[in-house]
């Protein structure tokens, strides 16, 4: 029988209150959703359809500039911020390469703000004279998609049997940490790729992965996207207009004690003769200094020997070594394997941050 991801229509929670029967039966299927497949689709969002639409085009434009002014706004330049143009082959999944360019940005900040210099927050490096509109359009959209963001926390929070706002006053103050990134994956008849790196060709955008942190909320403009499903099946995402999917990330998944679920994922590229994938995910993070703690879910029903089991085998297959500690400290140590030269502040951890991925930083 064909395993198909959960769709769950996100409109009643924010229509009939959380406490209605139909808004609780959004959590109970968001919480079903993210208990089994880690992975869902939603629609009924607050989101615009302008924004998303603008977004899309703005992007395209971007991509279609000359390589020389898409590379005067290279992530080397950002420094610790980390934001800017990643050229095509310019990552690396478990040693393979990325066959996609990407623009990184995030939130900004007034220079007096609390959060202003540390790594992952800073500037954003935007083409404003060619592209006047571009900035606005990705900071109109990771506004609305944090908002987003906000609302699931409450719906998880609901779900695993807390108030509603209780994983939002654990993690999320005073902000959660937001990186944006808009990708374009080239078609498998793109020889591009092979000029200029010299690989050969690859049948994936990005390799099989799970993600590093919270929650991930991903548009995307065509299908392309493949989940690892409860029976270990790769099974396609379907493509749906007005619609993002979700995905829980690997410290989330410990910190619910392995209830929600940190999935493989992977991304074909689009097929020859057909248009490049353009895809938008948003990677929507614990605050700066939130203290990662396993949460108290004894309240729960307890999990079986089998869902402890696989729970630890998925932990297994990440470096925490122990949740324990600042989200800073997680991502500081991700930042500085990835910029070995930048002079960061000396954080401990217990734990270091995932090396699935590898930026190339070329100097000089």
Known sequence: MAEHVPIIHLAPYYSAGSQSPEAQRVVRAVHAAASTWGFFIITGTKVSSQTQSSLLSSSQFFFDLPLDVKEALHVRNGGAAWRGYMPLGGEQTHGHVDWKEGLYAGPEHADNHPLAGLPLHGKNQFPDQILPDLRNQVLGYVDEVTELGKTLTDVFSLGLGLGSSELHKRFLKPEP???????????????????????????????????FGYLTILKVDSPGLQILSPSDSWVDVPFMQDSFVVNI????????????????????????????????????????????????????????????????????????????????????????????????????????????????VECG
């Open 177 to 211: 940490v937001v990186l944006f990134r808009c990708f374009k994956y080239m078609p498998t008849d793109d020889n591009a790729f092979d000029k200029a790196k010299g690989n050969r060709e690859e049948s994936f955008g990005i390799g099989e992965h799970t993600d």
């Open 249 to 360: 990330g690997d410290m989330f998944d410990q910190l619910t004690h392995g209830r929600y679920r940190s999935r493989p994922h992977r991304v074909r590229r689009p097929a020859p003769c057909t248009p490049p994938r353009f895809s938008f995910p948003l990677f929507f993070d614990f605050a700066w200094n939130a203290e990662m703690k396993r949460l108290p879910l004894e309240h729960l029903p307890p999990l079986s020997e089998e869902e402890k089991r696989l729970a630890e085998l998925r932990w297994s297959a990440t470096t925490f070594r122990e949740v324990n500690g600042s989200w800073s400290q997680y991502l500081a140590r991700k930042v500085q394997k990835v910029f070995p030269d930048l002079c960061l502040p000396d954080f401990e951890a217990n734990s270091g941050p995932s090396t699935r991925f590898t930026v190339v």
